[in-house]
């Protein structure tokens, strides 16, 4: 028994590690191979596996022990029957295991591998790939096939930024170049996204940070900040900002950031400046380029108090009064308000005068229609449509003598031969800054506005009262009023019988 046992055991490690040579091909005929592999005696990958490409140009190489991937890997970039390398790595039972090297091939400024990436081929794509120059893409370093840290280059070689990773997120030290290797940024990142520690964080012309943590092109200078270890601004720190060339560019004591750093943000660089306190900006030179005081306004980091600007010789070029800026904008913020309020108010206003014309001319109105009548007598009004749109309406009234009178009341009242909905729509508009130029100028219209309006509503319920009884005697005193003023006292004194 024992005899049977050992020789199955010889077997099996023979068959193990056996290597028999397998080829597949592109083409029926067989003169275009398209894999060639061993296989050890179980029919499992057992050694190099090889691939090429229709035109015979090797696609890549994967190394196995007994059916899992063990060993050297690498993938070719190929053109015809051409290959040049793109990435090398290990697998490690089949995990990537140490380091992957990724590598482009450069010429005109262009990347092959970016060109690949994005299928976005152009005329010089083949030329790249026939002459240009061997580069880096990226360096990545794997632990059971999990990323702990990468390195990517610049397209002239150098480093770009070198990150650490833990469960796939940016953890630990950071540091980002440009293409000069001046560091942009650098620091550590704690649990979260959290920035922890003494940062170098990269700033555009604004103030502002990238929105993409590698879009680098628009960064003009850098800026130590220092944050607690929960990811807080030290607000403590004098932070100090430089231009790329190394020299300072300004100081200022931070109160906050724009948004809290971590990854449920926008990006854990923050965005702009909140300050407090004293500043002063340099000219590369070293010379002062202006000096003034920060403070904390409406949850706004702003300028206040006198500033001072210079010229690049150290002479004075402008002094302004930030206290007085701040002042105007509180009046304005105060008129905006009052403006707000009135809107309130007249849409208010506006909506009940609206419902209750409506009800009066409803009472008035026989017919009216869009088409202009072939006959009969009738009245052409201007009309608000369904869509905002002035249009012209044809009416009939059922009580035409008295309607005349109705009309000149409202004409008299609003001052305007407009119906009320073309009135309000044309007085009172929506927009802050049209009722501003219609109102703020010369307020005096508003409040006269206001009081018309007030006046027609009024009115309203004894007109409709005249139109629903019967109004011989009433037209008959309408008759003997002379002015509107007259016409409008008797409407309003009139006493109507109970229906």
């Given at each position: 028994?024992?005899?049977?046992v050992?020789?199955l ?45 229709y ?15 063990n ?14 390398l ?26 092959y ?27 990545e ?43 942009l ?24 940070c ?9 960064v ?51 965005g ?32 206040v ?7 690049q ?29 009135k ?21 008035y ?45 409202t ?82 004194n009139y ?5």
């Amino acid at each position: 028994m024992k005899s049977i046992v050992t020789l199955l055991t010889i077997c099996l490690a023979f068959a193990a590690k056996s290597q028999i040579l397998k080829k597949t091909y592109h083409d029926y005929k067989k003169t275009k191979v398209h894999y060639v592999y061993y296989v050890n005696g179980s029919g499992q990958y057992n050694g190099l596996l090889t691939q090429y490409t229709y035109d015979g140009a090797k696609l890549g190489e994967e190394t196995y022990v007994n059916g899992i991937k063990n060993g050297a890997y690498k993938e070719y970039y190929t053109r015809g029957g051409i290959s040049k390398l793109k990435i090398t790595g290990t697998y490690k039972n089949d995990a990537k295991q140490g380091q992957w090297t990724t590598y482009t091939l450069v010429k005109y400024g262009q990347s092959y591998f970016n060109i690949i990436e994005s299928m976005m081929f152009n005329d010089k794509e083949v030329d790249i790939f026939n002459n240009g120059i061997q580069t880096k893409v990226k360096e990545e370093t794997f632990n059971n096939g999990i990323c702990t840290k990468e390195t990517c280059y610049h397209l002239n070689g150098k480093v770009f930024y070198t990150a650490n990773f833990q469960n796939r997120s940016y953890t630990g030290d950071y540091v980002c170049y440009n293409d000069k290797s001046v560091v942009l940024s650098k620091g550590k990142i704690g649990l979260g996204g959290k920035m922890v520690g003494l940062w170098v964080v990269p700033r555009e012309e604004n103030g502002d940070c990238p929105r993409d943590k590698h879009s680098i092109g628009n960064v003009v200078y850098t800026q130590k900040i220092k944050f607690d270890e929960n990811g807080n601004v030290d607000t403590n720190y004098m932070s100090k900002s430089y231009y790329l060339s190394g020299k300072l560019r300004d100081s200022v004591r931070l109160y906050s950031l724009e948004y809290t750093s971590g990854y449920n943000n926008v990006w854990y660089l923050c965005g702009k400046n909140l300050s407090i306190g004293k500043y002063n900006k340099y000219f590369e030179s070293g010379k002062l380029m202006e000096a003034g005081k920060y403070r904390i306004y409406n949850d706004k980091s702003r300028q206040v108090g006198i500033w001072k600007y210079y010229n690049q010789d150290g002479t004075v070029k402008e002094e302004k009064d930030y206290d007085v800026l701040i002042r105007n904008e509180q009046i304005q913020d105060s008129i905006n308000r009052d403006h707000t309020q009135k809107l309130e108010d007249w849409l208010k206003l506006s909506t009940k005068l609206a419902l209750e014309y409506s009800k009066l001319t409803d009472i008035y109105t026989k017919s009216k229609t869009i088409s202009k009548p072939y006959s009969g007598e009738f009245e052409t009004i201007e009309d608000i449509g369904d869509y905002g749109n002035v249009q012209n309406v044809y009416v009939f009234y059922k009580k035409n003598d008295l309607f005349k009178v109705i009309r000149e009341i409202t004409i008299y009242c609003l001052d305007s031969k407009d119906y009320p909905r073309i009135y309000i729509k044309n007085n009172f508009p929506k927009k802050l800054s049209e009722f501003t130029e219609n109102h703020h100028k010369s307020p005096d219209n508003y409040y006269n506005s206001i009081d018309k309006l007030n006046k027609l509503i009024s009115l309203i319920p004894k007109m409709i009262a005249c139109a629903e009884q019967n109004t011989k005697e009433l037209e008959k005193q309408l008759n003997t009023g002379i002015t509107i003023e007259e016409k409008i006292k008797i409407i309003e004194n009139y006493q109507f019988e109970p229906k």
